[in-house]
């Protein structure tokens, strides 16, 4: 090789690596050593080819090669009889054909060749670092030869730039695989969904609409925790194969991360097309997935924000998602919401509602009220339930059911609870005679490390018999349990503490419930209980729970009773006990105490003004 062909040889080598270096498309830089490689050996055809993880060949750069010839060879596998390149890549050696009209590994491809003019080839293989076979690099002849000894200076140089420049590609594409990738299940993450919808929604016509579907799973979490999280990332993996396959082409698919997924659909007619959407979304996961010899299932909350050409950017469009996503889960799951502006005014006022509770709860604002359960059998007062009660500055009193789900929410369940169970046992101890107190817990108390600790903790600092405490614990707080959710209950129960089913009936598992924990009493929600006298079906559903818990030696307490009709109803189906305003409504600490006195002196119920 002389001197002038060394220095522009040295020369391309350089131009490739810093192309490399910049970052330029791996075409492109392949297309640029072509076309100087051909400048060089001007009797020369130069081709690229990658080879992929099953073994098929993909044209990367042929500029002087007839694109149709380049597209018959897309897809190809290697082999030993493949032509040159397909044999090269097979072998990981050189091979060198100079007569491609007669040589035995063209049989089935010189009918491609020969017409074009090309009567020889040589292509040797490109490796990696670690020996794969990533790609071939062939010169074409229009004559029948071999190289010559400046085509051979010139593959050896250009074999390793080439495994240069392919690796760095690789690298690179694993790297954006990362980034724009979720690797449990192979969909694209919220970068790249934020990056597609921004884009999507910037060339968006005007006359053309976008919908956002945000989807949460519904009791995920409990298959996490009762099954593991191996099964979890199966069943997450399975999930995005079905909505995959479910939503169509043009629908683009990604995992925003834990359990939420999100889709977005171009659309001509915006509701209609949510609409369906959503409902062959429910449709494919409220089906039961069978996950490594498991049954599991789930469901699908879905919330829908929808954009006219680009009236709305990408974080409006995700923001309205998200709140009618939470409304859906707020309306009882498995079901989905249109956003709506009047959600825009909730979400202010739980904004409000969140730095209102974090003062109150500072200042000490909460006070505990106390409903009085009575024995129907004797007539005597036997329990009362703490309930909590919280009067805004402004607002007037806030029901739990409006602040305990923002208390969760915030993360601060875990001290207002624990200041509910000290001052509840504070009180029953110092009430005159052995009357039992019922506290409610949240779902996140029971899951909290060291639970048990802290409900011995505030009887042994009342004083308080663990007998006298009475834990109520909701059907759905049991559904979605954990292994320490029942290890809590299991031991508290052991310590002596009496353990109350609440809201039963509301539920979807209750008879596996009573099976599952060591429960004392169960309490019959008030919805049953106030269509007594009014629907047969409510009546038939308590007396099935009273026969039941009688027949495993379980006492049921009635919630709700607020007529002397539903009390004598009770009275004759042999309910243990009941609560509800019949009897009294909910009192002040100070007024329970003279309740507990007159009631002392008689043993029948009695109706309590507002206390």
Not at 87 to 105: F, H, K, N
Not at 191 to 213: K, M, P, Y
Not at 427 to 445: C, D, F, M, T, Y
Not at 535 to 542: L, M, T, Y
Request: proline content about 4%.
């Amino acid at each position: 090789m002389d001197d002038r062909s060394s220095t522009e040889l040295q020369r391309l080598q350089g131009e490739i690596l810093e192309a490399i270096a910049r970052g330029e498309p791996l075409a492109g830089v392949a297309e640029h050593l072509c076309r100087r490689v051909e400048a060089l050996a001007p009797d020369v055809l130069c081709s690229i080819l990658t080879v992929d993880a099953q073994g098929r060949l993909h044209p990367l750069a042929a500029p002087s090669l007839p694109e149709s010839y380049s597209h018959s060879l897309d897809g190809l596998p290697i082999g030993p009889l493949a032509g040159s390149c397909g044999a090269a890549a097979w072998r990981g050696t050189a091979v060198e054909v100079v007569d491609i009209e007669t040589d035995p590994l063209w049989t089935e491809f010189r009918a491609l060749a020969l017409p074009l003019g090309l009567h020889a080839c040589w292509s040797s293989p490109i490796k990696a670092r670690d020996g794969r076979v990533v790609g071939t690099f062939a010169f074409y002849y229009r004559s029948r030869r071999g190289p010559a000894e400046l085509d051979r200076e010139i593959v050896a140089r250009c074999v390793d730039l080439c495994a240069i420049a392919i690796e760095h590609d690789e690298v690179q594409s694993r790297v954006h695989r990362l980034a724009f990738h979720d690797q449990v299940t192979g969909l694209p993450n919220r970068a790249s969904f934020t990056e597609h919808a921004t884009r999507t929604l910037a060339a968006l016509g005007a006359e053309r609409s976008v919908n956002i579907l945000y989807i949460d799973l519904d009791d995920f979490k409990a298959v996490n925790d009762t099954l593991g999280h191996r099964i979890g990332d199966q069943l997450l993996g399975m999930v995005a194969q079905r909505l995959s396959a479910c939503v169509g082409k043009g629908v683009f698919v990604a995992r925003l991360g834990g359990d939420e997924f999100a889709l977005l659909q171009v659309s001509e007619d915006a509701d209609a097309d949510a609409r369906l959407l959503a409902g062959k979304i429910k449709a494919v996961l409220d089906d039961p997935f069978d996950v490594d010899e498991q049954q599991v299932t789930i469901g699908a909350s879905i919330g829908i924000a929808s954009t006219i050409g680009a009236d709305l950017d990408f974080d409006e469009l995700a923001r309205r998602a998200d709140m009618a996503l939470y409304e859906a889960k707020g309306g009882g799951r498995r079901t989905h919401r249109f956003f709506d502006p009047s959600m825009d005014e909730i979400v202010q006022l739980r904004r409000g509602l969140k730095q209102d509770l974090r003062t109150a709860i500072d200042n000490g604002a909460f006070r505990l009220v106390y409903q009085p359960i009575v024995a129907l059998e004797s007539g005597e007062l036997v329990a009362v339930e703490a309930l909590l009660r919280w009067r805004h500055p402004s607002r007037g009193s806030v029901p739990p059911a409006a602040f305990i789900p923002v208390v969760e929410e915030m993360g601060l369940i875990a001290p207002l609870g624990d200041w509910v169970l000290r001052e509840a046992c504070s009180a029953a101890a110092a009430w005159p005679r052995e009357i039992k107190v019922g506290v409610n817990l949240s779902p996140l108390q029971l899951r909290k490390p060291g639970f048990v600790l802290d409900v011995v903790s505030a009887l042994n600092q009342a004083g308080l018999p663990a007998h006298r405490l009475d834990l109520e614990v909701t059907e759905s707080a049991l559904l979605a349990s954990d292994i320490a959710t029942r290890t809590a209950l299991n031991e508290l129960h052991d310590l002596g503490v009496r353990l109350s089913l609440d809201d039963f009936g509301t539920g979807y598992s209750s008879l596996q419930l009573l099976r599952a924990f060591p429960f004392d009493k169960i309490k019959i929600d008030m919805s049953f209980v106030r269509d007594i006298g009014i629907d047969a079906d409510s009546e038939a559903i308590i007396r099935a729970v009273i026969r039941l818990a009688r027949d495993v030696g379980i006492r049921t307490a009635a919630e709700g009773v607020e007529t002397a009709a539903q009390y004598d109803w009770l009275v004759r189906h042999r309910c243990t006990e009941v609560q509800g305003y019949h009897y009294s409504r909910p009192l002040a600490e100070a007024d329970l105490r003279a309740f507990i006195d007159q009631s002392a002196h008689r043993a029948v119920p009695v109706v309590v003004a507002q206390g």
